[in-house]
């Protein structure tokens, strides 16, 4: 069916207190999704951040972010009292997130709340179920605050048993989020729209992950990668990009049956209705780069699971409904897997216009089957493009989409993404208002600054969503 939808991350709400959470802000960026005639609200991870606030980085493949938890929410629960976090300097009330702030008062003002939490048998079954994951998230967390936040392969061993009532504070965290999580879920479906999560392939070296599962990654006997992942040299980065995280084991995962996969993609469906999985190809050959390199310049290409790793997980829970960042370098063997599962790719207009050559980007080269983007959290925003590309692939953009010099070029480029025959159109806040550059989400390499963009309340108008509304209706999505 077709549809189209909007790119927008939940810390990137509006809120008096610093950061987007799960509270009303959310709901009524549901209503206007539902105003709009919009199917889909993608957003980036939810997991809990660390150093840097990447969403790409997080302390547990599995558990929320508490920067998320609404504390207005729990004022209503009488968990908060309006003292305790009203007149707390969050950060300007503006366009920013002020991680520093965030980091230095968000969790302290959260401990009020769970001395005041009453374990009840729904906190219980939720620490049963989840147990495979929150139990060693507990622990990671637990001795993280002992350790003054340094990262696990830096704590002296062996290490101190954690504090039980450290370990139920973050347990708590979780339970309310997940809480908080599952009732916005709710309401968004009850507006005919779909919640598309995201899926970092990897995850961090300095999670519980990788502390609690360290068979699942290529370590050594100090816990360090032997390995880490990365991408190698192109036009954009002469020296490639060194990530960092540490590769998997895949004839481990083999041998045991894809089991923490499939735990995975399992967890993640409840808290989605669509996923798509950041750097997909590197399920069919992954880049390795040794350990102590300082770029990704000698590395080298490794077989991944392919095909087998999705049909282990289909056999498991039934078919999953996956959109496939299929970006970067791509072979032979990429295009294999991607029809043999035949989950969609990912369309990016702003890559459409290289005026050296032609390009599989460019619409009329799409089949159905695909996810059409102006540009993701990556890219620099659509107006920011128009300032920033090469002059010729700009001319080019512009005769190839039939685009006049003037303040409708944006538009013109929206309706030619809504025209195309890519069945899913999703298109990020930031390009639906024109912003320029300065709200652009991440600018990759960049190793601070980041993830900062919010939106105003008044974003979100009527006069935006009657127009959101219109396109959809004429081009039948």
């Keep these: 069916m077709r549809g189209s939808g909007i790119l927008l991350h939940i810390t990137s ?23 709009s005639g919009q199917r ?38 009488e968990l908060l009292r309006p003292e305790e976090y009203v007149d707390i300097d969050w950060g300007e009330k503006s366009r920013q997130v002020d991680y520093g702030k965030i980091f230095r008062n968000r969790t302290a003002v959260l401990r009020n709340v769970a001395q005041r939490f009453k ?20 622990v990671f967390m637990s001795l993280k605050e002992r350790f003054s936040g340094r990262p696990f392969f830096e704590w002296k061993k062996p290490y101190p048993d954690p504090d039980k009532k450290e370990c139920d504070f973050w347990k708590i965290l979780q339970f309310i989020f997940y809480s908080q999580w599952y009732d916005l879920k709710k309401y968004v479906n009850s507006k005919g729209i779909q919640i598309i999560g995201d899926l970092p392939i990897y995850v961090a070296h300095d999670s519980s992950d990788v502390m609690g599962n360290p068979e699942l990654f ?30 998997f084991d895949w004839n481990y995962m083999r041998r045991n049956g894809y089991r923490w996969w499939i735990k995975r993609i399992s967890h993640s469906m409840k808290l989605f209705d669509r996923i798509r999985i950041d750097h997909f190809r590197g399920f069919s050959s992954y880049y390795s780069v040794p350990s102590g390199n300082t770029d990704a ?23 999953v409904n996956i959109i496939a960042e299929d970006l970067g370098f791509i072979d032979n063997g990429v295009r ?44 620099d925003t659509l107006a920011g493009w128009f300032d920033n590309a ?31 025959v890519g069945e899913t ?3 990020t806040m930031q390009d639906l208002l024109g912003l320029g550059s300065a709200a652009r989400m991440n600018t990759p390499s960049q190793p601070c600054g980041n993830w900062r963009w919010r939106a105003l309340k008044s974003d979100f108008s009527p006069a935006l969503a009657e127009k959101l509304l219109s396109l959809t209706r004429l081009y039948g999505r």
């Excluded at 006997?221 to 020296?239: K, Q």
């Excluded at 005769?399 to 195309?420: C, F, H």
């Design 390 to 420: 090469p002059e010729k692939d700009v001319e080019f953009a512009k005769k190839y989409l039939r685009l006049s010099n003037g303040e409708g070029m944006i538009d013109g480029v929206i309706k030619s993404a809504m025209a195309s």
């Design 297 to 319: 310049v000698n590395g080298f290409w490794r077989a991944g699971p392919s095909s087998e790793l999705f049909e282990a997980i289909e056999s498991e829970i039934g078919k």
């Design 119 to 138: 374990k009840t048998e729904a906190f219980e079954l939720f620490c049963s179920e989840n147990a495979f994951w929150l139990e060693d998230y507990s």
């Design 425 to 427: 159109v999703i298109f």
């Design 40 to 77: 889909y609200w993608q957003i980036l991870p939810v997991g809990h951040t660390g150093f840097g606030d990447s969403p790409y980085q997080a302390f547990s493949a599995f558990a929320g972010n508490p920067y998320m938890i609404d504390l207005d929410l729990l004022c209503e629960k």
């Design 218 to 247: 290529e370590l050594d006997l100090n816990g360090n990668p032997v390995s880490v992942a990365g991408v190698p040299p192109d036009g954009f980065s002469p020296r490639g990009q060194l990530w960092g995280n540490p590769v």
């Design 13 to 35: 709400l509006p809120s008096p207190f610093g950061i987007g959470t799960l509270g009303r802000s959310a709901y009524d960026f549901a209503d206007f999704l539902e105003k």
């Design 336 to 379: 294999d897997l991607m029809k043999k599962t035949g989950f969609p790719g990912m369309k990016i207009l702003q890559f459409a216009f290289d005026s050296r050559e032609g390009s599989d980007y460019l619409p009329h080269n799409y089949g159905k089957n695909c996810v059409v983007y102006i540009g993701t959290h990556d890219n």
